[in-house]
């Protein structure tokens, strides 16, 4: 509770961070996540109700439906 979520992701052996992403006015709640084809993450968030792309590297690079999904609980990817 009063914490940051973050959207972590780890090296194959879960050893090491590789990086870590939590801006909050972006993503406040993340949900349900997902990896493209090209390694790039979709995550949803239910309190801004879209969808965040981040690079393979965890940087932010778009915002997906911009407040128009009904909390969004499910994602797929499809290639």
Known sequence: MGGVDYVRAY???LGTVLWDYND???LASPGRMAV???G???ITDTVFNHIV???SAGSFLRIIGGAHLAT???LLVVP
Request: aromatic residues 0%.
């Open 11 to 13: 090296s194959s052996n």
């Open 40 to 42: 790039n993450v979709l």
């Open 24 to 26: 909050i006015t972006i």
């Open 36 to 38: 493209r084809a090209n």
């Open 72 to 74: 969004p609980g499910s």
């Open 53 to 55: 792309e981040l690079t």
